[in-house]
């Protein structure tokens, strides 16, 4: 008797979370693609010292098929330096196998965007020693998976 209980709860817990699910999805309103987002960083600078004719080597390199926003960071704490691409690229190459493969157009233009940062603030794009110690450790080892699956964008 007390299974057949547990069993009408659960059935009853999962037709709510679906109802809530569906509520959910009809109430959200359509979210902008990937592509659509701004990647920005805050550079310590002045606004008066970026202008978009004038970028970073690394989104120099991008041309025209980006946009670019400079505006003051909040607080007045240095610009906010956005950039975003024109197009949207192929629905396969956004996809999450393309990511995980690094194959992803927004993962070389957030290292770009990282890349000018550096630039922008000490002038050089600081890089780690290479091989870092003579002999893998296990940490090493974990450091080096992290550093891989973070596929050069810097983020895990």
């Not at 709510?16 to 987002?37: H, I, K, L």
């Not at 926003?69 to 956004?94: C, N, W």
């Not at 196998?97 to 194959?103: K, S, V, Y």
């Not at 992803?104 to 957030?110: A, S, T, V, Y």
Request: charged share 25%; proline share 10%; hydrophobic share 40%.
């Amino acid at each position: 008797m007390a299974s057949g209980k547990t069993l009408l709860a659960a059935a009853a817990g999962l037709a709510a979370g679906a109802v809530v699910v569906t509520r959910r999805r009809q109430a959200a309103p359509t979210a902008p693609s990937a592509f659509d987002r701004w990647l920005t960083v805050t550079v310590n600078c002045a606004p008066a010292d970026l202008r978009p004719e004038k970028l970073p080597a690394p989104l120099q390199e991008y041309g025209d098929r980006i946009e670019t926003r400079i505006r003051p960071a909040p607080g007045d704490h240095g610009t906010e330096l956005a950039v975003r691409l024109k197009e949207d690229p192929p629905e396969a190459a956004s996809s999450l196998p393309a990511r995980l493969a690094g194959a992803d157009p927004r993962q070389d233009l957030r290292r770009a965007l990282r890349e000018a940062k550096a630039l922008l603030e000490t002038g050089e794009v600081m890089l780690p020693d290479t091989p870092p110690t003579t002999h893998d450790t296990p940490g090493g080892r974990l450091v080096g998976l992290l550093s891989r699956r973070a596929s050069g964008e810097g983020v895990l």
